[in-house]
């Protein structure tokens, strides 16, 4: 299975990476990303200077302490933070089981959810077209659910479904058509065509 090891190769680096787009808008002290990452501080340290100097991220000092966090405006920030949706969590999850899950022609995340900000009611968090085995997938999200300690939103349909309500300009479908979206399977441009 691809992961984020295939595409940089220091160990260290794709640890903070997962750490830092997990939770963009958190920002890390270097003593705290050594035990997130479970690797030798200088090793840590070694990776924020060349992270910092390459643009990815922002350092600030707070009375004794520094803190990094990941800067939004590095040219590369989405494809990073897909890479890591892609590699992580649900993501990594439903790519890695979409075989058990049936006959998935396309499946996402919803850029809120990626980002890990909070979703509103009508939010849904993951969309899955195909035909699907439902009792897989309501175990595969309830065992993530317990692991965020918090309600996934996910809606399932079939491709005929689909198509149906694009071609209705359904808001629902619209709303997401029109949001920002991780594709976990699928190629986006012939979902939104």
């Known amino acids: 299975?691809?992961?984020l090891q295939d595409f940089i190769i220091s160990q260290t680096r794709v640890k903070l990476l997962e750490?830092?787009?997990?939770?963009?808008?958190?920002?890390?002290?270097?003593?705290?990303?050594v035990r997130l990452t479970e690797e030798e501080i200088n090793a840590v340290r070694r990776e924020l200077i060349q992270m910092e100097?390459?643009?990815?991220?922002k350092k600030e000092q707070r009375a004794n302490r520094l803190y990094y966090g990941f800067r939004r405006d590095y040219p590369y920030y989405n494809e990073l933070l897909q890479l890591v949706a892609k590699s992580t969590g649900l993501g990594k999850a439903i790519i890695k089981e979409k075989n058990r899950l049936g006959k998935i022609k396309f499946a996402l995340l919803s850029g809120r959810f990626a980002r890990h900000k909070q979703h509103q009611e009508t939010d849904v968090d993951i969309l899955i077209i195909g035909d699907l085995v439902m009792p897989e997938l309501s175990s595969l999200?309830?065992?993530f659910e317990k692991e965020l300690t918090r309600e996934i939103n996910y809606s399932v349909?079939?491709?005929?479904e689909?198509?149906?309500?694009?071609?209705r300009r359904d808001?629902?479908?619209?709303?997401?058509?029109m949001g920002s979206r991780v594709m976990l399977i699928g190629?986006?441009?012939e979902m939104v065509s």
Do not use: H, N
């Open 1 to 3: 299975m691809p992961s």
């Open 19 to 33: 750490i830092f787009l997990l939770d963009p808008a958190k920002i890390y002290y270097v003593r705290e990303l």
């Open 53 to 57: 100097e390459k643009g990815m991220l």
């Open 141 to 143: 999200v309830a065992q």
């Open 157 to 160: 349909m079939t491709e005929e």
């Open 162 to 167: 689909f198509e149906f309500r694009k071609k």
């Open 171 to 177: 808001p629902f479908i619209s709303q997401i058509l």
């Open 187 to 189: 190629d986006d441009e």
